[in-house]
């Protein structure tokens, strides 16, 4: 069923004018004798017929060489022009091509197919911030902006941004104007993806399901069936998870990733199949596959902590870190490490770490609070830990009680106590990351690592080295020095982690350039699709 389409939107004039058009060549050819002229004319035709008919033979070099003599007699020949940034572009020559539909803007300023094309190959070039300039214009100068493949190209922009909204907004616009598109599949796979992230699961199984058969290239259904097991474990569905990462080691017994994710789905106590020493045997698998993987190195870590095997879980820890210094998870749970074998000078240094590199996770705060609690009775120190590992994930009912706790054991009035506190006080156990892939950088598959990548900014970093080695791994407790009052403390940081979630960019997203066409989009409703899912 064909989608009624509205009107069209113009969008909002750029902030930033066009080239300004060249207009002395239209002198000197009319300075020209009309003969001269004439006969100029006609080979520029000759050369671009004879170009033509050599991109249908596939002979691209003589297509090249034909514009160019055509450009000898026409140095303004837009036709010209265009031949070859189209040739250009298509070999990959993006920096070529651009040159080339520079020139065509600079002849004819409100050419807004060239100004698409031209946002493309700043696009592949990973010039982010001139491609938006470039579609900008292109929705300024565009008669009808409803052109599937300049959304797509904005719909790649703004994932690339890390601008998920956006992206959806500008890849279901795709599918409205055109349900045919070419490079739906891609879009139906970047859709799956972006939904995942918005937690909105079973859109997100749908449009793998869709495409599971006949995923784009390079992406097999090896690939598919990762991402549909990945969604699974997102909703808890441990054994769909599970089966879903078989089937992908039938086709691929070495796969790196999926010995990983199996691997912590084993780990997990939670799902009807867990078990330490499969954990481990998965996890040992794919660090044969993939010894570099600092991700594999970490979760081999926390199944030795969990088996209270410190030496191997330190020695793993410490391999993680030597690969991914700046993963703030790493360092939270080498503080638990060192917390647990009472080394609570280390577990300082490295929840500190943890802080500095991120400072927007809960658990690294109360693990903070948890330490200054135990350690040295630094309790307004604790208070304000886990005030702030509560403001980061208030609906933690064990971080709120333990904060609740802690105000009325020591006469600090409570705000919204709700009298289900418990009675006595209990010495407290820090908490590792639950989710060990929200804050990595190197954790997740590499497409949906390009929407999450990125360290988090700080303004003082942390030392990059390992670790320091603890003292003794058999329990020994290291006490502070005599007379020492309190731990210093690491500083507080913001409570908005609106900052924290940037892109591959240096710059922050930058706004939307012009909706899609008006009512191209529904909030509700992001996609309408004609189909039939796979099951």
């Known amino acids: 069923m064909s989608v009624p389409m509205p009107p069209s939107t113009t969008a909002p004039p750029p902030s930033q004018a066009p080239p300004t058009p060249v207009h002395h060549h239209h002198q000197q050819q009319q300075q020209q004798p009309p003969i001269v002229q004439k006969l100029a004319a006609v080979n520029e035709q000759a050369w671009l017929t004879l170009g033509n008919l050599a991109e249908l033979m596939s002979d691209w070099e003589r297509a090249m060489a034909s514009y160019e003599y055509a450009l000898r ?101 795709v599918m409205k104007m055109d349900p045919g598109f070419e490079k739906a599949n891609e879009i139906y796979f970047r859709l799956g993806i972006i939904y995942k992230q918005q937690q909105k699961y079973d859109l997100s199984l749908q449009c793998f399901r869709y495409i599971l058969h006949n995923p784009p290239q390079p992406l097999t259904e090896v690939d598919i069936w990762f991402q549909t097991g990945h969604v699974y474990e997102q909703q808890k569905e441990y054994d769909l998870a599970k089966e879903a990462y078989e089937r992908v080691l039938t086709e691929n017994p070495d796969h790196a990733k999926v010995l990983q994710q199996l691997g912590w789905l084993y780990h997990q106590q939670n799902t009807s199949f867990s078990n330490q020493n499969q954990a481990v045997n998965y996890l040992t698998r794919s660090l044969k596959a993939d010894g570099n993987d600092a991700q594999s190195w970490y979760l081999l870590g926390r199944c030795y902590m969990a088996e209270q095997n410190y030496n191997k879980a330190y020695e793993a820890y410490q391999q993680a870190v030597y690969r991914d210094a700046r993963n703030p998870t790493f360092w939270c749970s080498i503080g638990v490490l060192y917390y647990q074998i009472n080394q609570y000078r280390d577990a300082l240094d490295a929840y500190s770490r943890a802080i500095r590199l991120n400072p927007y996770i809960s658990e690294v705060w109360y693990d903070l609070g948890t330490l200054y609690e135990s350690c040295n009775n630094q309790i307004q120190d604790a208070l304000d830990a886990y005030q702030r590992a509560s403001e980061l994930d208030p609906n933690n009912p064990h971080i709120r009680q333990r904060l609740e706790l802690l105000r009325k054991t020591h006469g600090i009035p409570s705000s919204g106590a709700n009298g289900n506190t418990p009675a006595v006080a209990t010495t407290p156990v820090p908490q590792d990351v639950n989710n060990p892939y929200q804050y990595s950088q190197n954790g997740m598959p590499a497409h949906a690592a390009a929407n999450n990548a990125g360290p988090y900014p700080s303004e003082t970093l942390p030392p990059s080295g390992p670790p320091p080695p603890p003292h003794s791994l058999m329990g020994s407790v290291q006490q502070q020095p005599a007379g020492t009052n309190a731990m210093a403390r690491p500083p507080l940081a913001p409570t908005s982690s609106a900052n924290h979630h940037r892109s591959n960019g240096s710059a922050p997203a930058p706004p ?11 909030k509700k409703e992001p996609l309408s699709w004609n189909v039939v899912f796979l099951t």
């Not at 091509?97 to 050419?111: G, M, P, T």
């Not at 094309?117 to 100068?141: F, I, R, S, T």
């Not at 939307?512 to 989009?521: E, I, L």
Request: net charge negative; with cysteine; glycine share 8%.
């Open 73 to 173: 007699h026409n140095p303004y020949s837009i036709n010209a022009l265009s031949h070859i940034a189209s040739l250009c572009r298509g070999r990959e020559q993006f920096a070529k091509a651009v040159d080339y539909f520079k020139r065509i803007l600079a002849i004819q300023e409100n050419n807004g197919e060239t100004w698409s094309a031209l946002g493309h190959c700043y696009l592949m070039m990973d010039n982010l911030q001139e491609a938006y300039h470039a579609y900008q214009q292109a929705l300024y100068h565009l008669p009808n902006p409803k052109d599937p493949k300049l959304w797509y190209g904005i719909g790649i922009l703004y994932d690339r941004y890390g601008s998920i909204e956006h992206a959806e907004e500008a890849f279901s616009a």
């Open 512 to 522: 939307p350039m012009g909706h899609p066409p008006h009512g191209m989009v529904s």
